[in-house]
C-alpha cells in the first residue's frame, strides 16, 4: 500500500510540475510574439539608429538626384553660343537645393519634430487623465 500512494503522490507532483511549466512556456511564448513582432522591432531600430536612417536616406536620394541630374545633361545638346547684344532668356533651372528641398523637408519633419510633438501630446493626454480621476 506505501509503494500504491508513494506513486499516486508522484503522478500528482508531475501533473503539477507539468501544468506549470505549460503555463510558463505560455507566458514565454505570448512574451516573445509581443516582444518580436516585426513593428516592434523597426520601431526599436528606427529609434536607437534615427541620425543614420535620415543620413542614408538623404545620401540615397541625393545619389539619385545626381544620377537623373547628370544623365539629363549629357543628354540635352550643347547651349547655343550667346551673341552680345542679343536678350536671350536665361534658363536656369531651380538648384541642387530645389531639388532637394522637396525630398529632404519632410524626411526631417518626420524624424526630428514628430517624435517630440507625440511625446508632449501623450505626457498632455496622461496628465489630463490622471486630473480627471
Given at each position: 500500500m506505501a509503494?500504491?500512494?508513494?506513486?499516486?503522490e508522484l503522478k500528482a507532483?508531475?501533473?503539477?510540475?507539468?501544468?506549470?511549466?505549460?503555463?510558463?512556456?505560455?507566458?514565454?511564448?505570448?512574451?516573445?510574439?509581443?516582444?518580436?513582432s516585426p513593428r516592434r522591432v523597426m520601431h526599436r531600430v528606427v529609434d536607437r539608429h534615427k541620425p543614420v536612417i535620415v543620413g542614408a536616406a538623404a545620401a540615397a536620394?541625393?545619389?539619385?538626384?545626381l544620377l537623373v541630374w547628370r544623365r539629363g545633361q549629357v543628354a540635352k545638346a550643347p547651349a547655343p553660343r550667346?551673341?552680345?547684344?542679343?536678350?536671350a532668356p536665361s534658363k536656369a533651372?531651380?538648384?541642387?537645393?530645389?531639388?532637394?528641398?522637396?525630398?529632404?523637408?519632410?524626411?526631417?519633419?518626420?524624424?526630428l519634430i514628430t517624435p517630440g510633438l507625440i511625446q508632449s501630446l501623450i505626457a498632455k493626454r496622461r496628465a489630463d487623465s490622471a486630473t480627471a480621476e
Open positions: 509503494q500504491g500512494k508513494n506513486n499516486e507532483e508531475a501533473i503539477a510540475n507539468l501544468a506549470a511549466s505549460r503555463a510558463e512556456i505560455s507566458t514565454e511564448a505570448h512574451r516573445l510574439r509581443h516582444d518580436l536620394g541625393l545619389v539619385a538626384v550667346h551673341v552680345r547684344g542679343s536678350s533651372g531651380p538648384g541642387i537645393i530645389g531639388i532637394l528641398a522637396p525630398a529632404i523637408i519632410p524626411a526631417l519633419i518626420k524624424s
